[in-house]
């Protein structure tokens, strides 16, 4: 029998289209999606959500409206700083001081500049020492005359201020008997008397005064040499600090450390 002759079919070669058009309509529709997606919109976002949800089969429910990040770096807030109410009253403290000073040095000026009157501010406040023989004669508790310019601008200095003052009175070591001073501690007391008188009667407020003598109990030198007593010899002019333990002491220029506790 005679066999029928298989005409084979001619080879496609263009098959391949077929396949790139799929590949290029599912890469168009990722890009798509993608440009979708990066752009946040909520009416886009919401219509990209229900047709995933309704790709998957589900019910598309409410959904939570997208978060616009702003920044990608966290957002320090840093706290008010602190204020020291403690600190501020011990510099506004020092401040006064040192004012206070500076005003006592001009008012000294010429006792300064002859060393017998020296200035500075310590921890309590600021300390005055005036050697007692500008003030008094020996063995005398009756303020000189000649001194009356200078204590009278201390004391329109001191009735600006608001400061408690304390006036000292100290002696050298050589004792002292007479009828009006039987010891040295009359002798100081009378002498810082004598000073506080003048700066109250200058209007400088009673009740702001205070007046010690402490005799030869709180020298400043040896007390070996006529130089040393006349050092310990003094009155001592102490404005308290109203805060005090806050002030640093400060040596005023041009003139010596006061000395004394």
Not at 166 to 194: C, K, M, Y
């Amino acid at each position: 029998m005679r066999r029928r002759k298989l005409k084979h079919a001619a080879h496609n070669h263009e098959r391949w289209v077929v396949s790139y058009a799929d590949f290029i309509t599912l890469l168009f529709g990722f890009f798509v999606v993608m440009y979708a997606v990066s752009s946040v919109n909520e009416g886009k976002y919401r219509v990209f959500s229900n047709a995933l949800h309704a790709a998957f089969g589900r019910v598309p429910g409410p959904q939570p409206a997208p978060v616009a990040v702003v920044s990608s770096q966290p957002v320090v807030v840093m706290p008010a700083p602190r204020v020291d109410a403690a600190a501020q009253r011990a510099r506004r403290e020092e401040r006064e001081m040192k004012d206070a000073a500076d005003k006592l040095a001009r008012a000294l000026g010429r006792l300064a500049a002859s060393g017998t009157a020296r200035i500075a501010v310590l921890p309590r406040g600021v300390v005055v020492d005036i050697r007692a023989n500008v003030l008094f004669a020996s063995g005398e508790a009756r303020l000189n005359p000649a001194v009356a310019p200078d204590l009278g601008a201390v004391a329109a200095v001191l009735s600006e201020l608001e400061n408690p003052i304390q006036v000292e009175g100290h002696t050298d070591r050589v004792p002292i008997a007479t009828a009006q001073f039987p010891s040295n501690w009359e002798l100081s007391s009378a002498r810082a008397a004598a000073v506080a008188r003048f700066f109250i009667d200058g209007g400088v407020a009673a009740s702001r005064v205070a007046v010690l003598g402490y005799a030869d109990t709180r020298p400043v030198e040896t007390d070996d040499t006529a130089e040393s007593r006349a050092r310990n010899r003094r009155v001592t002019l102490l404005v308290h600090a109203r805060e005090p333990g806050h002030s640093s002491e400060i040596p005023m220029a041009g003139l010596s450390r006061a000395g004394g506790p």
